[in-house]
């Protein structure tokens, strides 16, 4: 079995400041981890992936994360937020021996960013 | 590149009448993804097909929900008969991926269909 947690149901953050959402999984074998953000009446949209080699992934929108095997955790970061990037933000994993093709998502962390 | 396309963006109906929702998956894509999303509940999966053909159906809710993929361009979810309770956002999804790179690419996501059983 493979699951997710995003501890955090909302993450309050002034423009300029770093922020961090925090995702934590549970898979068997390797994990394949994904971050997507969705947008008020829009569909997920994909943000990054870690699949294997460095920890330190970057990806869209000034975004990054870092994986961590020993806490097994995937937290995305951002050195200076935007008002811009106040959204839904979803982890999600898949473990390299899985079978199927399905990913499983986390929660939601909804994220503020103030002016 | 167009990227996934449903349809209708929403749908209002009542109780009891049968709902048809569509998706258009990006092409070359061979995985198709359906998810229901709520406040309650979050994000769900209902079904996944692989190569048109369905793997993973264990989160349809009940009989009332069937999905279908005719052809590797067009999938189908049903509610015959809707209830209150199916009020939802439904969304589709498509991604690629076999062999070596089963699994480790993103999903794509349509912008949903916005579900009210009245």
């Known amino acids: 079995a493979q699951s997710v947690a995003q501890p955090e149901d909302q993450v309050n953050v002034a423009e300029g400041n770093p922020l961090t959402v925090k995702c934590t999984y549970s898979v068997s074998g390797n994990p394949y981890l994904f971050w997507y953000v969705q947008y008020p009446n829009r569909g997920l949209q994909f943000l990054l992936k870690?699949?294997?080699?460095?920890?330190l992934v970057k990806g869209s929108y000034g975004f990054e994360a870092e994986f961590n095997k020993s806490q097994t955790s995937f937290h995305l970061k951002k050195p200076s937020a935007l008002v811009s990037d106040s959204a839904l933000y979803f982890c999600a994993v898949r473990g390299d021996n899985n079978a199927g093709n399905m990913l499983t998502f986390g929660g939601g962390t909804r994220l503020m960013v103030k002016p | 590149d167009a990227g996934v396309i449903q349809s209708p963006r929403h749908e209002v109906t009542e109780m009891g009448q049968e709902v048809t929702l569509r998706c258009k998956p990006i092409s070359g894509h061979n995985s198709l993804f359906w998810y229901r999303q709520t406040m309650m509940r979050g994000l769900e999966l209902l079904i996944y097909f692989n190569n048109n053909v369905p793997i993973d159906d264990s989160g349809m809710p009940e009989d009332r929900f069937s999905a279908k993929m005719p052809n590797a361009s067009f999938s189908t979810l049903k509610i015959q008969p809707s209830e209150p309770r199916d009020s939802a956002v439904y969304f589709c999804?498509?991604?690629w991926g076999q062999g070596l790179f089963r699994g480790n690419q993103p999903q794509h996501f349509g912008d949903g269909t916005r579900l009210s059983i009245l």
């Open positions: 999804a498509s991604s």
């Open positions: 870690y699949i294997t080699g460095d920890n």
